[in-house]
């Protein structure tokens, strides 16, 4: 994945928060480039504009929902860190590798490119993700730019941002997949 052009439109409603740039930088809690995705707060803390294109970093905020749907991203490769919660993580290599764990503050699952995954808060969890450099912005194509701190309300973007976001950052929506529960 590489680094999308300073006029990209996933980007340019969030200039100036991040220095777009290689610099060393500090954030206090909560601050961030912050997207509302369904009922869920993702906040990046770091893109591959400022990594030379090696990774991204955010947290995700959520209250209990409902499982999202199954997805897989072509070239990102994926984690999850528990700061704080409870999180059920689903995967599947649609061969051999079949599982279903949930996951508590300090727990840590890895996701590679091309693996089937979905995820489903049970309570109030605080999530820290990490993934290959462009795809952080995902959350922002598919989402609607916040200044909230903790979820709140729910954004459920059209079908066609949805499938846009998706051809943009590799991520194939797989919503009649069946994980072996």
Request: net charge negative; hydrophobic share 40%.
């Amino acid at each position: 994945m590489t680094t999308f052009p300073a006029d990209d439109p996933d980007k340019v409603q969030f200039a100036g928060i991040l220095p777009a740039a290689p610099k060393p930088f500090v954030l206090a809690e909560g601050q961030g480039e912050k997207s509302l995705v369904f009922d869920q707060l993702f906040t990046i803390l770091l893109s591959g504009d400022e990594t030379d294109d090696q990774y991204g970093a955010w947290t995700m905020k959520a209250r209990q929902g409902d499982r999202i749907p199954a997805h897989t991203h072509l070239k990102t490769h994926e984690i999850f860190y528990v700061v704080d919660g409870e999180i059920s993580v689903w995967m599947d290599d649609q061969d051999e590798y079949h599982s279903k764990s949930t996951l508590v503050t300090g727990d840590f699952a890895y996701v590679p490119a091309g693996i089937v995954h979905a995820f489903q808060v049970h309570n109030s969890t605080k999530v820290f993700g990490c993934g290959t450099a462009g795809f952080e912005r995902f959350f922002h194509g598919i989402g609607q730019k916040t200044e909230l701190d903790e979820p709140e309300g729910v954004f459920v973007p059209p079908f066609e941002v949805m499938r846009a976001a998706g051809e943009k950052y590799a991520t194939v929506f797989m919503p009649e997949f069946q994980f072996k529960d």
